[in-house]
C-alpha cells in the first residue's frame, strides 16, 4: 500500500504550501536521536541530522517530553498512506525554545512551549476560526486532496498524506510558523500536565463538545484509552447525567467504574447494542466513538481488511447508531482514514441519527481555554492517564509494548537527555524491558 500511494501521490505532485517540511541540518553535522519508521511493525531509533532555521518564522524546540498515541499504532502497522522508509514519527510533543528565526517575535530562547500536533497557518479563515487542523495552507498532499475533496493541515510526524513534516519523538523538532504552532507554559505548570495539551485533551474535549453533549444527557463511549477516560471526565463535567463505557481491556473498565460509569466488556457481552438498551429503553442520546478502526471484532471484517477490500471497520459505528434514540447524536474522534463495508446507512437515516465525524481536533481553538479555566483550575488534572515514563532509547520498544497492551501501559510520558525529573504524583523513570516481559 505505501509503495502504491507513495507513487500516486509523485505522480499527482505536490499542492502549493506556505510552508515546507524539508529542514536545513545544522551546519556542524550534530545529530540527535529520533524514532524513525522503516515498515510495518519495524520503527527504529536512530541518528538524524538536528534541524536548523530553515524558514524565517520557524522555532526550534528542544524536546523535554514526548509520547505515544493511540493513532501511532495505525502507522505502526503501516494502515496510513504515503509512510516512507526513514520518516521521523510522532505528534505529540513538548519542550524549550532552542533556536528561532528572524520573525519570530513573540518566544524567546529557553522558554517552555508545547506544539500543537497540527500545523496552521494562522491567516486562512480556518485559522482564525480557531480550527487549526482544517487549516488549507500547510498540507502539500495531493492524495489527501484527491481522496477526501480537501486535505488537513500539515501534522507533525504522520506520512506525507498529511504533509510529511519530521515529527517529535526526537531530541530536538524544527516548528514551522512557530508563534502560531507552540503556547507557551506558565513554570507553575508541570511539563507532566502541560504535554498532553498537544493532542490527547483538545481532542477528547473537542470530541464531547462537538457532538453536543448536554446536560442531563446519557452517554455511549466506545473504547477507553486515553481519549475515552478523558471524554469521560468531560462529559461529566459538561453535566452528562449517566455515562455507559464500553471496552474489553478489564483495567481501563475498571477505571470508568470509579468514575461512575457503567461498563459493557464487549468481549463478554455478544450484542453490544441490546445490552445498550436494556440498560437505557428507547437509548443513548449521544454515542462516542474513542476507539480503533485497525482491530476488527468478527471474521467477516478481518477477513475484508486481510485482503484488502477495506481500510477501515463499520462495527462501533454501526453499534452506536444502533444504541442511540431516534434523533440521538454520534460522534466519532477515532481516526478513520478510508473506507469501509457495511455500514448500516439505513438506521442512520430512518432514526433521524446526528452522524458527526469530529475531524482531527482543531488543538489552537481549545487549548488556552483547557490550560488557564480547567488545568490550573484545579478542575482537570491530565497526569490521571500517565501510566510510565520512559526514556526515548526505549521508543521502538515502547511501540510493540503499546500496541500489545502489556504492563498496564496507557499513557506514557518520554523522557529525553533535556527533560525535568518526574513531577511529584506521576511515574518515575522505567525502562520497557522491566515491565513489557
Known amino acids: 500500500m505505501q509503495a502504491a500511494a507513495n507513487i500516486v501521490q509523485s505522480q499527482l505532485g505536490k499542492l502549493p504550501t506556505v510552508v515546507q517540511p524539508e529542514y536545513?541540518?545544522?551546519?556542524?553535522?550534530?545529530?540527535?536521536?529520533?524514532?524513525?519508521?522503516?515498515?510495518?511493525?519495524?520503527?527504529?531509533?536512530?541518528?538524524?541530522?538536528i534541524p536548523d532555521i530553515t524558514e524565517p518564522d520557524d522555532v526550534i524546540v528542544k524536546v523535554t517530553g514526548t509520547t505515544i498515541c493511540g493513532s501511532d499504532l495505525h502507522l505502526y502497522h503501516g494502515e496510513i498512506m504515503a509512510l516512507q522508509k526513514g520518516d521521523i514519527l510522532g505528534h505529540e510533543f513538548m519542550g524549550v525554545v532552542d533556536r528561532i528565526g528572524p520573525n519570530v517575535k513573540n518566544l524567546t530562547i529557553g522558554q517552555r512551549v508545547v506544539a500543537s500536533f497540527q500545523i496552521a497557518c494562522g491567516k486562512c479563515q480556518y485559522c482564525k476560526e480557531g480550527l487549526s487542523s482544517f487549516c488549507d495552507n500547510t498540507n502539500n498532499s495531493t492524495l489527501q486532496n484527491y481522496m477526501y475533496g480537501t486535505r488537513d493541515a500539515g501534522f507533525f510526524g504522520y506520512s506525507h498524506f498529511t504533509g510529511g513534516f519530521p515529527g517529535g519523538q526526537a531530541e530536538y523538532v524544527r516548528v514551522p510558523l512557530g508563534e502560531v504552532n507552540l503556547l507557551p507554559i506558565p513554570n507553575d505548570v508541570s511539563d507532566e500536565e502541560a504535554l498532553y495539551?498537544?493532542?490527547?485533551?483538545?481532542?477528547?474535549?473537542?470530541?464531547?463538545?462537538?457532538?453536543?453533549?448536554?446536560?442531563?444527557?446519557?452517554?455511549?463511549?466506545?473504547?477507553?484509552?486515553?481519549?475515552?477516560?478523558?471524554?469521560?471526565?468531560?462529559?461529566?463535567?459538561?453535566?452528562?447525567?449517566?455515562?455507559?463505557?464500553?471496552?474489553?481491556?478489564?483495567?481501563?473498565?475498571?477505571r470508568a467504574k470509579e468514575q461512575g460509569c457503567e461498563v459493557i466488556d464487549f468481549s463478554k457481552v455478544k450484542d453490544v447494542s441490546q445490552k445498550v438498551h436494556e440498560l437505557?429503553?428507547?437509548?443513548?442520546?449521544?454515542a462516542l466513538d474513542c476507539g480503533t478502526f485497525h482491530e476488527?471484532?468478527?471474521?467477516?471484517?478481518?477477513?475484508?481488511?486481510?485482503?484488502?477490500?477495506?481500510?477501515?471497520?463499520?462495527?462501533?459505528?454501526?453499534?452506536?447508531?444502533?444504541?442511540?434514540?431516534?434523533?440521538?447524536?454520534?460522534?466519532?474522534?477515532?481516526?478513520?482514514?478510508?473506507?469501509?463495508?457495511?455500514?448500516n446507512i439505513g438506521a442512520l437515516m430512518e432514526k433521524g441519527v446526528r452522524f458527526i465525524g469530529n475531524g482531527q481536533a482543531p488543538v489552537h481553538k481549545y487549548w488556552k481555554e483547557i490550560l488557564y479555566d480547567y488545568i490550573m483550575k484545579g478542575k482537570f488534572d491530565p497526569k490521571f492517564m500517565i501510566s510510565h515514563r520512559v526514556?526515548?532509547?526505549?521508543?521502538?520498544?515502547?511501540?510493540?509494548?503499546?500496541?500489545?497492551?502489556?504492563?498496564?501501559?496507557?499513557?506514557?510520558?518520554?523522557?529525553?537527555?533535556?527533560?525535568?525529573?518526574?513531577?511529584?504524583?506521576?511515574?518515575?523513570?522505567?525502562?520497557?524491558?522491566?515491565?513489557?516481559?
Open 391 to 437: 526514556p526515548l532509547e526505549d521508543m521502538a520498544k515502547l511501540y510493540a509494548a503499546f500496541d500489545k497492551r502489556v504492563g498496564g501501559v496507557e499513557k506514557v510520558f518520554v523522557e529525553t537527555r533535556f527533560s525535568s525529573p518526574p513531577s511529584d504524583g506521576t511515574p518515575k523513570l522505567s525502562r520497557v524491558d522491566d515491565w513489557a516481559r
Open 197 to 254: 495539551l498537544s493532542d490527547v485533551l483538545p481532542t477528547s474535549y473537542h470530541c464531547v463538545v462537538d457532538t453536543g453533549v448536554q446536560e442531563g444527557d446519557t452517554v455511549g463511549i466506545w473504547g477507553l484509552g486515553p481519549i475515552g477516560q478523558c471524554c469521560v471526565r468531560w462529559a461529566k463535567l459538561k453535566g452528562a447525567s449517566r455515562i455507559i463505557a464500553i471496552d474489553q481491556v478489564s483495567e481501563r473498565l475498571e
Open 296 to 343: 476488527p471484532k468478527t471474521l467477516l471484517h478481518k477477513g475484508m481488511k486481510m485482503l484488502m477490500l477495506e481500510t477501515d471497520v463499520p462495527e462501533t459505528v454501526n453499534e452506536m447508531i444502533v444504541s442511540v434514540r431516534k434523533m440521538g447524536r454520534c460522534g466519532l474522534i477515532a481516526a478513520y482514514a478510508g473506507f469501509t463495508n457495511g455500514f
Open 24 to 49: 536545513k541540518h545544522r551546519e556542524d553535522g550534530s545529530t540527535m536521536k529520533a524514532l524513525a519508521w522503516f515498515g510495518a511493525t519495524d520503527v527504529r531509533i536512530i541518528d538524524a541530522p
Open 280 to 286: 437505557v429503553p428507547g437509548g443513548l442520546d449521544v
